[in-house]
C-alpha cells in the first residue's frame, strides 16, 4: 500500500484522498438575504451537525480572491441562515447553484428553484425540499484560509412525505452525498440495529 507524505503532494492531490476518505459528505444548501434583501442559494459539502439535544449545525467556506463568498459575508453580516436537504431530484439543481455568479446574481432564479420565506428568520429556503433547518449564528472562526459558521437550529419544517408514523424517517428522502472527484451518491438506507 503505498505512504505519502502530506507535504509531498499537491494541494489538488492532498484535496483528492480528503473529500474521498472522509465521505459521503452531506450536502447543505445554504440560504442567506442580504442587507439590501437580495437572496442567495449555494451547497456546502462541508458541513455536518454539532450537536443534536441543543441543534446545532455548521459548515465551512473557502474564499474567492482573498473576499468572503456570499453566503459566509450574508451569515456574518445578518446572523442568520437556513440549510435545506438535498435530495436525489434535486442534484441537477443544486450543481446549477454551486456556479460563481456576480453579486447581483438570484440563484434561485438562476436555477429555477422555488423559494419561500423562514419563519423565524429573515432568509428564504428551497421550498421543495423535505427538510429545512432555520439557523441563528452561533460562533465563526477562521481555520486554514476557510471561514467555519456554526449555527443554533431554531426551527424546523418537515414536509409530511418524509414522515413515517409521526416521525422523520430516512427511508423517505433520497438524502444527496458528496464523494471524492467529480463523484455524489444517493441514500440508500441499510435496516442495521446497533448494539452498543
Known amino acids: 500500500m503505498p505512504d505519502y507524505a ?15 476518505a472522509v465521505s459521503p459528505r452531506p450536502v447543505a444548501w445554504v440560504g442567506t438575504r442580504d442587507d439590501a434583501g437580495r437572496d ?13 439535544d441543543d441543534p446545532m449545525v455548521m459548515f465551512t467556506a ?15 453580516d445578518t446572523g442568520e441562515f437556513s440549510v435545506s436537504v438535498v435530495v436525489a431530484e434535486a442534484t441537477e439543481r443544486m450543481d446549477h447553484t454551486a456556479a460563481d455568479p456576480d453579486d447581483d446574481t438570484d440563484e434561485f432564479e438562476l436555477a429555477g428553484i422555488p423559494r419561500a420565506s423562514c419563519e423565524r428568520i429573515d432568509a428564504p429556503y428551497v421550498a421543495d425540499s423535505p427538510i429545512t433547518m432555520e439557523c441563528e449564528l452561533a460562533d465563526s472562526q477562521e481555520i486554514a484560509g476557510r471561514t467555519m459558521i456554526v449555527g443554533d437550529v431554531v426551527h424546523f419544517r418537515v414536509a409530511e412525505d418524509a414522515m413515517r408514523d409521526g416521525q422523520v424517517d430516512s427511508r423517505e428522502i433520497t438524502t444527496v452525498g458528496r464523494l ?3 463523484y455524489y451518491t444517493h441514500a440508500d438506507p441499510v435496516s442495521f440495529e446497533r448494539r452498543y
Not at 9 to 15: K, Q, S
Not at 62 to 76: A, I, Q
Request: proline share 9%; aromatic share 6%.
Open 62 to 76: 473557502s474564499e474567492r480572491d482573498g473576499e468572503l463568498k456570499d453566503t459566509p459575508r450574508n451569515v456574518l
Open 6 to 20: 502530506a507535504d509531498d503532494l499537491t494541494p489538488r492531490e492532498r484535496a483528492r484522498i480528503v473529500k474521498t
Open 40 to 52: 442567495n442559494l449555494a451547497p456546502f459539502s462541508s458541513y455536518n451537525y454539532v450537536g443534536s
Open 180 to 182: 471524492g472527484g467529480p
